[in-house]
């Protein structure tokens, strides 16, 4: 049994979080679709950088570019644009084959926009028309700024990635965002098919963060209650809080607001489950895969993971509908200990945008000197 190629029958498709040019030289991107079952690609600064430094495979067009004049911003846009449309043209069959359900490449907006939605939407209007690719999603943060940008994005047809949800609300206020955007194209006569979106939930960001807070509860108290139901609560915060995104989303597009798009041919916004490369070595390297399959679902999963997946992961249905009450009561027994979650996910919003500005600037610095070294 392949348990990659097996996924899709539990409703679930995973897409690899690492695209590289050499990963589509190679061959590597049409053998894991063609092979195990890849479902769509996701690129990042870090992801890019670390191919740009490794490898040659960028050497000729940066030379290019740099003889031509280009800036540095010219010159990165012109090479994740390139990669991202190969990608696109590669897992083309398998978007037509899926009639546009998955075969999927996301690129992200800058870092820098994320508290800016006009900026937001202007750059998301631009990449999509840049790479021009039916199967290319634009990636955007799920902040307070975003949400009007990605409205404003899928009402004009963009395909969306929403970044970096770590609270329910966050994930319903774009949930929301979505179906007020179909529901302006259907106002419109516009199709709703065409446009495809997923929601992207981070997950062990927030294991990292809540365990470190419930150590300070078992090293910083007495009562031996609270060191408990701390020990208890490590390492569940996060699946916990997934899994009660997931109700949400059932409730949202199980609605009869929802399933008047739906015979209009709207498509569901799906559930996607990032950050999900295990940190903690004494938990499962799977567990935020085997915890939470499910119905029009997507899990992006780094390399190892998926490798992890293949040879020991658990196929099970459905598993994100299990432990529900035991979810809602770990998230408020989170509160009994005085762990504000409301400040938790706040702050890994906070971080998660620092973290993408960080390798966002390494890899225009990588470029700068590269630049140099082919001019």
């Known amino acids: 049994m392949n348990r990659l190629t097996e996924l899709i029958n539990y409703g679930q498709s995973y897409w690899l979080d690492n695209l590289t040019r050499g990963k589509i030289k190679s061959g590597e991107l049409k053998n894991r679709v063609e092979e195990q079952g890849l479902r769509g690609i996701t690129s990042n600064p870090s992801i890019f950088q670390k191919a740009i430094t490794q490898s040659d495979d960028y050497d000729d067009q940066i030379r290019e570019l740099t003889e031509a004049g280009k800036s540095v911003d010219e010159v990165y846009e012109a090479v994740v644009v390139k990669d991202v449309q190969d990608a696109c043209d590669e897992l083309r069959g398998l978007y037509d084959e899926t009639d546009g359900a998955d075969g999927y490449v996301s690129l992200e907006v800058s870092p820098y926009l994320a ?4 900026g ?12 021009d690719r039916p199967n290319c999603f634009i990636k955007i943060p799920g902040t307070p700024a975003g949400v009007p940008a990605i409205e404003e994005a899928l009402y004009e047809g963009i395909n969306v990635n929403v970044t970096l949800l770590f609270s329910i609300q966050s994930y319903e206020d774009v949930a929301y965002a979505y179906i007020r955007a179909m529901e302006r194209r259907a106002a419109e006569g516009l199709p709703l098919k065409s446009v495809a979106s997923v929601a992207s939930f981070f997950l062990s960001r ?7 807070l ?5 090293y910083g ?24 995104a997931y109700q949400s989303y059932k409730w949202i597009f199980g609605s009869a607001r929802w399933k008047l798009l739906e015979e209009k041919g709207a498509r569901v916004q799906r559930p996607l489950w990032a950050s999900t490369s295990t940190k903690n070595p004494e938990y499962s390297d799977v567990r935020y895969v085997d915890s939470l399959i499910g119905q029009n679902t997507v899990n992006t999963l780094p390399d190892k993971t998926i490798d992890a997946f293949a040879d020991h992961g658990t196929l099970k249905e459905n598993t994100v509908e299990e432990g529900i009450e035991e979810s809602e009561e770990t998230l408020m027994n989170m509160y009994e ?13 906070d971080e998660g945008i620092q973290k993408f500005i960080k390798p966002f600037d390494n890899l225009m610095e990588t470029l700068e000197q590269k630049m140099k070294e082919v001019g």
């Open 115 to 118: 508290h800016d939605t006009e």
């Open 120 to 131: 937001t939407a202007n750059e998301a209007r631009r990449l999509f028309k840049k790479v």
């Open 221 to 244: 108290t007495d009562n031996t209650e609270e060191k408990k139901l701390a020990k208890e609560l490590m390492g569940e915060s996060a699946i916990a809080n997934a899994k009660l």
């Open 214 to 218: 419930l150590e300070h509860r078992i």
């Open 337 to 349: 200990l005085d762990i504000d979650l409301d400040y938790v996910t706040q702050r890994l919003l």
């Open 206 to 212: 927030m294991d990292v963060l809540v365990d470190e």
